[in-house]
């Protein structure tokens, strides 16, 4: 299956991290070789696991509709349900929950769920499963829990007939199932992968873009296969392209009658003949025709970050449960990273540390770090601690009153998910500047108190003082910006004040900056703490 997507990195961060599945092949849409294609699999890529995407940043989004592959159904082992309920619950993927579909030796236990760019997607727990390879060594993911290939995939057409004809007359299936409007299909290869037609009279026509597959390959043995194949289609009407060679399979494309589009691959060369097994999908590859031009091309596209593997030091010291990939519970927090800007010399050793306040998340603060420092690193954790469903960094006992214990334990917890991303994203060690706002800018003082020069800098954001330290804090070399209102109605001028002076008494270099937008962010005061912080991080200011 290849599929339309919009973030690069937030789509390695679901199917190679929360899915597990391996990325087997990065490189070029071989048409549009300033875009990703991006080929996720098992260990070797073996046909029958591919899911391939092209990435576009800022993509729009599709519509699933009439004459499209609206849904891709992964398999797994029946007993991997539960755990795959949990996971995606722990990783605030909604999702239907397992319900079951057929009955007798053709039951599944089905949990249907969309990726970040809504994408339609089933696991299906299958015992046709137990004959699929998959992924070994996935970062949180047992061998017997990881996901075995595809399932199966669900057209949606306009009409059973044409399409009909062309998987079974064509293509070589067998109707298995005919429940009127749905009717499903087994391929000639191995059990358990399946093609589910539905018909829908009069709905809606798909709209390309992400969230929507833009084609899907039937894997063919040989080239003469193919050629054989090719000719049937042709015969049928279909008007099948030539045969278009894509380095790792040779490729014939044609629109089925409900306007689909169908890919007939090879199985050979496969993905292992440009790199070894055991890097597979480290590097950019690039078809020869673009190879001189691979600097240019490099230039454009966004690097892309794989969570560490089993074994790596960030591992082995992540709490239970993580890391498993870049953007869930990776380092032990739910987080997102995004490396710095191409040509941001200036601010690319910075990284902003972005910390929300209460009920805020993993994505909450990156349009501020964008606006605070164009072209900075950006890492965003999501508080662990959960108050009335709403994230927070540590716990309160009341309005402006913390839980101490508590605060010390997850300022430590921080302290290890900051030094941790700073060994697996290759950060500048020194590099480091929190920026919170009111339960994120708590967290961060605490972490200016408690773990002095973990930081290079901080900016706080209408925040309190989170405890007064019994011994001497050295912050003589830690510049910090304190944003605050004597409006708010919920940190009182007093605290922000005391707040200062007490950071000042342990040395460090103050600037605050009183607005009138009571306990929020304003224009002004990003204003002022994007010019301070430009201040911090370039050479005279400029």
Known sequence: MTAIASDPQRNVDFYAGLLGLRLVKRTVNFDDPETYHLYYGDDVGSPGSIMTFFPWPGARRGRVGSGQVAMVAFSVLPSAIDFWLDR?????????????????????????????????????????????????????????????????VTLWVSAHEGTGATLVETLGLTMIRDDGETRR???????????TVHARSGGRA?????????????????DSVELEVRERVERA????????????????????????????????????????????????????????????????????????????AALDAAAAGGPEDVSADALGFAHRYLPPTAGAESVGATTLLLLHGTGGDEEDLIPLGRELLPGAGLLSPRGQVLE??????????????????????????????????IVNYRLEKDGVIAVGFSNGAN?????????????????????????RPDKDVDLSRTPVFIGASRADHIVPPDQTTALASMLRDYGAEVMLHWGSGGHAITQTEIKAAGEWLVGQVTPSGV
Do not use: C
């Open 88 to 152: 995606l619950t722990r990783h605030g993927i909604e999702h239907s929950g397992a319900w079951a579909r057929f009955d007798g030796g053709e039951a599944e236990l089905v949990i249907s769920f969309e990726d970040h760019d809504g994408t339609m997607l089933e696991i299906v727990g299958h015992f046709g499963a137990a004959n699929r390879r998959g992924r070994l060594g996935a970062p949180g993911i047992p061998p017997e829990e990881a996901l075995r290939g595809f399932h199966g």
């Open 185 to 195: 299909y087994l391929t000639a290869g191995e059990a358990g992968q399946f093609v």
């Open 206 to 222: 798909g709209m390309s873009g992400a969230g929507t597959v833009h084609h899907v390959a039937w894997a063919v043995e040989s």
């Open 237 to 312: 009407g279909l008007s099948p392209t030539s045969v278009i060679d894509r380095t790792y399979f040779r490729s014939v494309y044609f629109r089925e009658q409900s306007g689909i589009l169908f890919e007939l691959a090879t199985n050979q060369p496969g993905f292992l003949v440009d790199e070894p097994m055991d890097t597979l999908g480290e590097q950019l590859m690039l078809p020869p025709r673009y190879e001189s031009a691979r600097e240019a091309i490099e230039s454009v596209l966004p690097p892309l970050h794989l969570a560490p593997p089993q074994g790596t």
């Open 388 to 421: 009335n469903g709403a994230p927070r960094f540590f716990r309160r006992l009341a309005e402006g009153v913390f839980d101490q214990e508590d605060l010390a334990k997850r300022t430590d917890d921080l302290a290890v998910f900051i030094r941790q991303a």
């Open 443 to 467: 967290i961060a003082a605490s972490l200016l108190l408690k773990h002095p020069g973990l930081l290079r800098a901080a900016v706080l954001l209408s925040p309190m003082i989170p405890f």
